[in-house]
């Protein structure tokens, strides 16, 4: 059965270095979305992403996140200088249409120290 | 602001006891609920969509149920391996297909 996939698993950083999330979505999506769960709190949306551009963003996803989808097949969200509470659990979705389920990736655990 | 509860927080059953969770909203459209079981450490995994009252949809011992404010997910004759957390999560509004998610309804089901 066909999944969505993402590296690195876990990632420890250090405050104010960049890092970049990856996921490979389900072949036949087209739309991709990531979300991120700090630890104890609901899943929340950061933004969404077709067509080679951001379609939607949530208040959370300023300056410091980009997204982009460099070739056919990865999809990836770039923090620009991490923070402390940017350590959270990050997950990747996607899906066939807007109004279709989204299938989620096992996240990369991101620890910002 | 789409708002979405979950109760109760927490559920500890013994194996063979059925339930129910529940999933409370108040949104704007509704365009579809949403019910993803979450392990520890790992991604949503999802179970079922529910796109209007009065719809059901079953998968082995779960059952979702949708009314027009709230959703139910029942569990009948849960076994260990049913322990899990249960998130919900609504998409709603014209032009707006972000999930927006509950906390969740953490069971634990005891042999």
């Known amino acids: 059965e066909p999944e969505v996939t993402q590296t690195p698993s876990h990632q420890v950083t250090q405050m104010g270095q960049e890092v970049i999330l990856r996921c490979v979505p389900i072949s036949n999506h087209l739309y991709f979305y990531w979300y991120r769960q700090i630890l104890g709190q609901k899943v929340e949306f950061l933004v969404s992403f077709y067509n080679n551009e951001i379609s939607e963003k949530s208040e959370i996803f300023d300056d410091q996140f980009s997204v982009e989808r460099p070739d056919g097949s990865n999809f990836t969200l770039k923090i620009r200088s991490t923070k402390l509470e940017d350590s959270a659990m990050y997950f990747c979705a996607s899906s066939e249409s807007l109004a279709e389920t989204q299938y989620f990736g096992p996240g990369t655990r991101l620890l910002v120290l | 602001e789409d708002q979405v509860t979950q109760s109760p927080e927490a559920l500890r059953l013994q194996e063979g006891e059925s339930s129910s969770l529940n999933c409370s909203y108040t949104v704007s459209g509704l365009r579809g609920l949403f019910w993803y079981r979450q392990d520890p450490g790992k991604g949503p995994e999802f179970l079922f969509t529910?796109?209007?009252a009065g719809e059901e949809k079953e998968k082995e011992r779960l059952k979702a149920t949708l009314t027009k404010k709230e959703s139910f997910l029942h569990i009948t004759a849960p076994k260990p391996e049913d322990s899990a957390t249960y998130l919900c999560a609504v998409q709603a509004g014209s032009n707006d297909y972000k999930l927006s998610f509950g906390a969740g309804t953490t069971v634990t089901v005891r042999a």
């Open positions: 529910l796109y209007s």
